[in-house]
């Protein structure tokens, strides 16, 4: 996740809100070893960003996340909901 903060903030790389958003995506794979409280800011977080990606950018985002994870991404459809 401070990857995708990272890029999100321009922390110790270049700002790129996509590539952001990528490891969001790759985070939300995750997301059930985090608390609550950090699953719904994290959330927030994805929303933010989307309203800052292209429709092409959101339409081929998982796409993409899965070509730097390394394989298919399985909780995407979860993307908005926090996991207990």
Known sequence: MQLAQGYRKGKDVAQDVFKSYLWYLIYNEFKVDFSILKQGQVIKEI????????????NNGKKEAEKLFGKKLKNVENLYIADF
């Open 47 to 58: 929303k933010d960003l989307e309203s800052e990606l292209t429709l092409d950018q959101k």
